[in-house]
Each structure stands twice: as C-alpha cells, then as structure tokens.
C-alpha cells in the first residue's frame, strides 16, 4: 500500500488514497499499525482519500484507531501533497472535503518544501463557559466545537497540568465523544501560547483544530484580539475570527512516499 508522510508543525499524519487501500482491511486495526511509533511509521492519525476536481474527500482515524471527523492540521497535510502532485502555484486554492463539512485551503507560499496555507475553517458552535467537575474539583473551561469536540482551560500551562488535568478532561463523561483539550494562556493580545491532548492521540507538538479552539476561548473570555498567533511546542500558527467564521494560517511539509509491507 503506498503511504505518504506529512507534517504541520511537528503533527503528523500518514496519507493513504482510497483506491490503495485493501478492500475489507480493518482500517481501525490499519491505522494503530501504521502510526505505531516504534512497530510502525509513526503518526498521529491516517488520512485516507479520494482525489476530486476541486481537491479531494479525506477521513480520519487517529492513532489509537479511533474515529475523528477532521483535523486542521491534518487538512493542511493533505493539501501539500495534492498541491505538490497538482504543480499548484500561490493564490491558488482547493477543497478537502471532510466529515465536518468542506474546507478551503489557499496555498499562499512555497518556501521548499514547506507549504503555507490560509484555510477557512468555518464558524465555532455551542461556544460556552461552564464549570466541570475533575475527580471533585471544579474547572472553568470553555467548550466548543470546530468541526471536532473541543476543551479548553485558560491560565497555567504546563507540562503537569497537560498529563494531570487535560488528559482527564480528554476522556470527562461530560463528552461522550471524547474531547481535545487546550491549556491555553494569553501572553498578549495578539498571542496565546497552548499545550494540547489531543483525542485518541494524546501530547501533540500542534492541532489546528486545538489551535483554532484556544483562539476562540482566549478572544471570547481572555481578552485576546479576533487576530492572533497561537504558539504551541511545534510552533506558531495564526488565527483569525472573521465575520465569515474562522481562518487559520500555517505551513505544511510532505516527507516521504513509500510502501507498507505489513
């Protein structure tokens, strides 16, 4: 099965076209296979796909095999390759449709083999404030979706409180889904600085979808501006909450195409 490998910001993805994929396979079983760290190529989630005309129709399963209906990201990883195999130039965009609804992604530079994107992520839903209940102490944090179950927790971020408290929120009966959780601070107006546990994955150096999440939570209820730089270990991406919904910058790398003996 040919694989390709690509990364945004240090969260990675393995992209595999619909039409390589083994009919009946266990995609579950598949994607803990293959985005195994050590047994494995290593990943944090497995893209299948279907080429279009406008882009392609991607779905996502994260490492554990679990079901995620889109990832920021992992968007972002698709449309290197597509635009790598297309010969696309900047100002040129395309689609990737997913389980959340179509994302449009235009290519703005390529600096190598380093892609940015500016890709317009849709309005944030069911944004609120509320207090959860952690093992008995209570937490303000702010839930939402975009696209995908979102969690975040303004103030200390660190290392500890990520293992500690955003791992329990990840798996917190109050989401029957599961959730990916932001520690998220606001350095600045123009800036906030997260760390992220992601759904089915756990530690991740990025999410688009968490980084987007966190900017919603620090403009709404941080002080933050509607334009900021969200700064995570992988690095920085931009967010902007625009009257059209939510727009988010960042750059993508295609690694390696190879295939899967297994």
């Known amino acids: 099965m040919k694989v390709v490998k690509a990364h945004a910001l240090g969260n990675d993805f393995l992209l595999a076209q619909e039409q390589d994929v083994p009919a009946g396979v266990d995609r579950s079983k598949l994607a803990r296979e293959l985005c195994g760290r050590h047994r494995g190529i290593g990943a944090d989630g ?11 129709k991607m779905q ?32 040129e965009s395309l689609e990737i449709e997913t389980d959340a ?34 093992d008995g102490v209570l937490v303000d944090a ?12 303004l103030g200390e971020v660190s290392e500890r409180r990520l293992h500690d408290l955003a791992a329990r929120l990840a798996v917190h009966p109050i989401f029957p889904e599961g959730s990916n959780v932001e520690l998220a601070a606001v350095d600045a107006p123009d800036r906030v600085r997260i760390l992220i546990w992601e759904r089915g994955v756990g530690p991740t150096e990025a999410s688009g979808t968490g980084a987007c999440a ?13 334009d900021v730089q969200v700064a995570s270990p992988g690095g920085v991406q931009r967010v902007e909450w ?5 727009f988010l910058t960042g750059w993508a790398e295609v690694l390696f195409e190879g295939r899967w003996l297994a």
């Not at 966190?214 to 209820?221: L, P, R």
């Not at 625009?242 to 939510?246: E, S």
């Open 46 to 56: 497995l893209i299948t796909f279907a080429d279009g005309p406008r882009g392609a």
């Open 142 to 153: 702010v839930t939402l979706r975009v696209g995908n179950p979102q969690c975040v927790v």
């Open 101 to 134: 609804g179509i994302k449009t992604l235009q290519l703005l530079a390529v600096e190598g083999r380093r892609l940015t994107f500016r890709a317009a992520m849709g309005q944030p839903e069911e944004v609120r404030l509320q207090s959860i209940d952690v």
């Open 214 to 226: 966190a900017a919603v939570a620090a403009m709404a209820h941080g002080g933050a501006q509607r």
């Open 60 to 91: 996502l399963l994260n490492a554990d095999g679990s079901y995620s209906e889109v990832s920021g990201n992992g968007v972002r990883c698709l449309a290197a390759w597509l635009a790598r195999t297309r010969g696309m130039h900047p100002g």
């Open 242 to 246: 625009r009257d059209a919904g939510l």
